[in-house]
């Protein structure tokens, strides 16, 4: 029934466009849908699990209605696949497909007004990102949603930023009422453009359900290019101190992350790019009396495909709800390349190395190296195909980790191939 009135809805704007020219003009539509195939071969395997193909997809479409010349209202709808695990990392899952509103809020835009160069407020469901995703960031695959209000105050070089939000909200018992405890989250951000080079100086405070999870963190960033744009570069870092109760251990940690990267052109590449970045979540170290972590609610960037996907629902590796407590190093490093005489085809080579913060007492590195080679070819603006091969490898051997006297599959240190195709459409 939602999906049909989702549709019914779409069907009438989109009727409106083809007989009121009118209000055509007022809507602007875009999106894009992914489609991949893969086949994934395993190695070295104890229970000798044969290959697998499979096929996943993501589709969205997002809708901007111009209410005058200063508000506009903005909906995006996604395709969000069930697993039975957990959300698949990249891309959507493999089970059924359902319908989510990612994005829903009304948005008001004034310039030069009470002495400011720009204000702008918006109001409803949204994403919000800070920098570059170390400790608060959105991506193409976030599902959470945050329902609270943003406020933007622009003076040049200074922009401040103000957001808060509720999520988490559960229904009372009875399923009548929001249940009365809920997250929130409220950041405070700002920013500078100083010689061409954006700074950035953030707050947040991050308030859960419960006596004793709330965290404050405090972060600067900063993120340009020089020599003509050829040399770009980022780095941000931040200090996050839980609250804990009076006699408890201190509970503190720090993250930090970093890129590089440098452009230019030889024969017979038009387009040679080198990059490497570097994040870090520290951890627990035992041998001291405090508590070291570092665990944002919010996290969300992408260092390779897989070991290297920080993101707090898809999963990856950093400290998070007594995950990986020993904290996490992750290196990403790519190279592309972009021939003289086809300019539609990209080559590109990375690898992502993960490891932990703290050392681990029992000397045991339960993360794996990611290698990938791929291959892009835009046919035109709209429509473009990759080739993508990936190689996961164990740096460590089988160990029975939870000492039960068997090897499960979770401990067991396999090798896998895997080959995908995609196609990817944007209109």
């Known amino acids: 029934m939602k999906l049909l009135k989702t549709a019914s809805i779409y069907f009438l704007l989109l009727t409106g466009f083809v007989f009121q020219t009118n209000i055509f003009a007022q809507f602007d539509i875009g999106g894009d849908f992914r489609l991949r195939w893969y086949n994934d071969q395993y190695m070295q395997t104890r229970d000798n699990r044969p290959r697998v193909n ?3 997809m993501l589709g969205r479409i997002n809708t901007t209605y111009k209410v005058s010349d200063m508000a506009r209202i903005n909906v995006e709808l996604m395709n969000l696949a069930d697993t039975s695990t957990s959300p ?4 959507s899952g493999t089970g059924p497909i359902h319908f989510g509103v990612t994005q829903l809020y009304g948005e008001i ?6 002495g400011l160069d720009l204000i702008r407020f918006r109001a409803g469901r949204q994403q919000f990102s800070v920098g570059n995703g170390l400790t608060f960031g959105e991506s193409y695959y976030y599902y959470d949603k945050f329902d609270g209000t943003r406020l933007d105050l622009s003076y040049d070089p200074f922009t401040l930023t103000v957001f808060g939000a509720i999520y988490g909200q559960d229904v009372s018992s009875n399923g009548l009422w929001p249940d009365a405890p809920a997250d929130q989250i409220y950041v405070a951000k700002l920013g500078a453009n100083v010689l061409e080079q954006d700074l950035m100086l953030y707050g947040i405070n991050n308030i859960q359900r419960g006596d004793y999870n709330d965290s404050y963190t405090l972060g600067a960033g900063s993120s340009g290019s020089f020599l003509g744009g050829k040399l770009d570069y980022f780095v941000e870092g931040a200090y996050q101190k839980f609250n804990q109760p009076a006699g408890a251990f201190v509970k503190e940690g720090i993250g930090y992350m970093g890129g590089l990267g440098y ?3 030889m024969w017979p590449f038009r387009t040679i790019k080198i990059e490497t970045k570097y994040a870090a979540f520290q951890g627990d170290d035992p041998s001291t009396t405090k508590i070291e972590q570092f665990s944002p609610p919010f996290p969300d960037f992408q260092f390779g495909e897989r070991s290297g996907f920080v993101n707090r629902e898809i999963g990856g590796d950093y400290p998070h709800k007594d995950k990986n407590l020993n904290g996490s190093k992750i290196w990403y490093s790519r190279i592309y390349l972009i021939p003289a005489g086809l300019t539609k085809l990209r080559l590109q080579f990375q690898y992502t190395k993960v490891g932990g913060y703290a050392k681990r007492l029992d000397g045991y590195n339960s993360y794996d190296d ?6 892009y070819y835009t046919l035109t603006s709209r429509i473009q195909f990759q080739l993508r091969y990936e190689k996961i490898i164990p740096n460590d051997t089988d160990k029975d980790v939870n000492l039960n006297g068997v090897i499960s599959s979770l401990e067991d240190r396999y090798i896998l191939g895997s080959l995908m195709f995609e196609i990817h459409l944007k209109f």
């Not at 698949?88 to 891309?91: E, Q």
């Not at 835009?109 to 009470?114: G, N, R, V």
């Open 370 to 375: 990611e290698w990938e080679a791929k291959i």
């Open 88 to 91: 698949a990392r990249g891309i």
């Open 263 to 265: 452009k230019m052109s």
């Open 109 to 114: 835009t004034k310039s030069d007004y009470l």
């Open 54 to 56: 499979y096929t996943r």
